[in-house]
């Protein structure tokens, strides 16, 4: 990954590299990346005034946006040949008057971190999301027999998916997005990869296109991996499970246990648990996300803890690591840049109010769960809520907030019109995300 470029040191690069497509890319409503194709000599337009774009996959409105590469996102694909080379940006969007465009997510987070930075916070985000890898039929097509029936953190022969997570880690590895580690996980084909923490948006920027580097290589490999929450009924979900790490001038808010953790990382935890029910529709936003709570050790309940791995919200302990929390409720459908915005707004809310009492209501201990509140069990539910709640109306713009409502609606509707329910999810969901 390039930084700090200028765009003319980056058109030297492309002359220099043998490049020859260059593409522009962002993600729809739902994380899903996107782009557009260019050749090198369109580059210098794009940098001065934006590729215009049909946004109907943004929003269902009949319009044009502009395209404008973020010069620090470039990176070279590994996977495409190395003559004729394929290098990518992540843009940020733009009305065709070159004014921003209210509706563009990436642009959005980017705003509130900066905001989050003159209010003395500096913030940094990592993600670690399973999918599992499955055979394919003799005519190419995606089965759901899955590639191994290996369980957690098996090794060769039982982990039959151990050279396409390692190339899909070296992958990652060369394009700049900086994996941690990774594993088989507790479902037969089923993986797990962690990313270093980093700054929001480019945690935001790696999960985007994580997902589409995880499906290529496996495709390489003559796989085919799903981020489906939960493709086999009788199996363990597929989470993304989100860290945070949070400093206060300089010093951090978490720490390992409540004795040495500031009274604003306990308001942060409190907010986020305050909030969770009115944003997860947007931390889950398919029916298939609500088959998975509950399920394994996915969460039920609105609770945290130290130790327990059922819990929302979990505080590792940190040996020779940042103090941190995890999210471990959403689910690689959502779009990260949303997701991350709602949490961080979520947790600083509640450092605002200055009111950690819920903490104590909500510490799991053991598996005794009553009382609890019990996050939403289904999308439907999941949106009402969210479409009732002020604290999502303030926090995402118009045009964002209601071009999610519009697709989760349209969701909703033809999952209740379906005959079939699992063909409607294995048709929208298991083959396309």
């Not at 590729?51 to 010069?71: G, K, N, R």
């Not at 022969?157 to 580690?181: F, V």
């Not at 964002?400 to 509707?413: A, G, T, V």
Request: aromatic share 10%; charged share 25%.
């Amino acid at each position: 990954m390039m930084m700090c470029f200028s765009p003319k040191e980056i058109l030297d690069f492309v002359e220099e590299n043998d490049v020859k497509f260059i593409r522009l890319t962002f993600c729809d409503m739902f994380g899903n990346l996107k782009n557009i194709a260019i050749m090198p000599n369109e580059l210098p337009r794009a940098f001065e005034y934006g590729i215009p774009f049909d946004a109907s996959c943004i929003t269902d409105e009949y319009t044009d946006l502009l395209l404008v590469p973020d010069i620090s996102t470039l990176s070279v694909l590994p996977w495409r040949p190395k003559s004729g080379r394929v290098v990518r940006f992540f843009c940020s969007m733009k009305n065709m008057d070159g004014s921003d465009y209210i509706g563009d997510m990436r642009s959005s987070l980017t705003n509130y971190i900066n905001s989050l930075r003159l209010d003395g916070y500096s913030c940094e985000m990592g993600t670690k999301c399973e999918f599992y890898l499955f055979d394919l039929d003799e005519n190419g097509e995606a089965t759901k027999i899955p590639h191994d029936n290996g369980s957690y953190m098996d090794v060769a022969p039982l982990d039959k998916c151990e050279n396409t997570r390692r190339e899909i880690c070296l992958s990652l590895e060369e394009m700049g997005l900086n994996p941690k580690s990774s594993c088989h996980k507790h479902g037969p084909g089923q993986n797990e990869i962690e990313f270093r923490e980093n700054e929001p948006v480019t945690a935001a920027d790696n999960m985007v296109h994580y997902k589409t580097v995880v499906k290529s290589i496996a495709a390489q490999n003559g796989l085919f991996a799903s981020f489906m929450p939960r493709p086999l009924s009788n199996e363990h979900g597929s989470a993304l499970s989100i860290s945070i790490s949070l400093k206060k001038g300089g010093k951090n808010i978490f720490g390992s246990d409540l004795n040495n953790m500031s009274i604003e990382g306990k308001c942060f935890i409190a907010g986020v648990l305050r909030r969770i029910r009115e944003i997860t529709a947007f931390l889950n936003p398919t029916t298939n996300s609500y088959k998975r709570f509950g399920s394994g050790f996915a969460p039920k309940y609105v609770d945290w803890s130290f130790e327990n791995r059922r819990q929302l919200i979990r505080i590792p302990k940190t040996v020779g690591t940042t103090p941190r929390i995890e999210i471990r409720s959403a689910d690689a459908c959502c779009n990260p840049y949303v997701t991350f915005k709602l949490i961080l707004a979520a947790g600083i809310e509640g450092i605002k109010n200055g009111d950690c009492g819920i903490l104590d209501s909500t510490m799991k201990s053991g598996h005794d769960s009553i009382g609890f509140e019990l996050l939403p069990t289904t999308l439907e539910e999941a949106v009402e809520i969210a479409k009732q709640s002020g604290f999502v109306k303030a926090t995402l713009s118009d045009e964002i907030r209601m071009n999610i409502f519009d697709k989760l609606d349209k969701q909703i509707q033809e999952y209740a019109i379906a005959k079939d329910k699992d063909e409607f999810e294995e048709k929208y969901y298991f083959k396309s995300i």
